[in-house]
């Protein structure tokens, strides 16, 4: 992914991170004026549980958040290609949720990457598209020592990369997407012909 490591391009790298690590601060911690921030006016997400508009997905994010919906962020590595005013940002992340599944209270771990549609638009650089790769996840109960048993059917409709993330959000009540990208396959290369095309000034249809 790396260009130029010098002079502007790594001034609008370092502005780049700074927004990833902000949408996941501001997000767990409920700040969502700071959170809007961090998105551009037609910013839109594509998660397993939420697709639509930014402010869509803030809102439903509050409502989640005031019932008690448990679900954090961690990013690691980031790393841009930046074009002009277009970049595609790739940041190691892992989604943390919590939830009682069939009456055991679990932890779920879901390992993968944002993908993100950047435009830098009147010197501000803002998110246009999140769409996360989901590469692999796990279910832990909570206690030490206790038992979850899972319906093999309901963990079969989702795809590897996030079964077990799946599975606690159709519980909740999320009508969860069944084919988002994972680590391998055509969804994920599909996604890297539209990031390569973004960089060449194209559209981005979410």
């Not at 969502?32 to 006016?41: A, G, L, P």
């Not at 997400?45 to 439903?60: L, N, S, Y």
């Not at 879901?110 to 279910?139: S, T």
């Not at 590897?160 to 391998?184: F, H, I, N, S, T």
């Amino acid at each position: 992914m790396a260009d130029d490591i010098t002079g502007d391009a790594a001034a609008d790298r370092i502005a780049i991170r700074n927004v990833v690590e902000s949408w996941a601060l501001a997000r767990d911690s409920a700040n969502w004026d700071w959170f809007r921030e961090q998105w551009h006016d037609d910013g839109y997400m594509m998660a397993t549980w939420f697709q639509g508009p930014k402010e869509d997905f803030i809102r439903v994010s509050q409502e989640g958040y005031e019932k008690g919906v448990n679900i954090l962020h961690y990013t690691g590595a980031s790393q841009s290609a930046v074009r002009g005013a277009r970049a595609i940002s790739q940041t190691r992340m892992t989604i943390m949720q919590r939830g009682e599944v069939h009456g055991v209270l679990v932890d779920v771990s879901c390992i993968g990457r944002f993908y993100d549609f950047f435009e830098k638009r009147a010197g501000r650089w803002g998110i246009v598209l999140r769409q996360p790769i989901y590469e692999k996840d796990r279910m832990d109960p909570v206690l030490p020592g206790a038992t979850v048993e899972l319906d093999p059917d309901l963990l079969a409709r989702f795809p590897e990369g996030y079964r077990y993330l799946a599975y606690l959000q159709v519980l909740v009540g999320y009508p969860v997407k069944p084919d988002m990208p994972g680590l391998r396959g055509p969804g994920v290369e599909a996604l890297y012909a539209r990031g390569a095309a973004w960089l060449a000034g194209e559209p981005v249809v979410p």
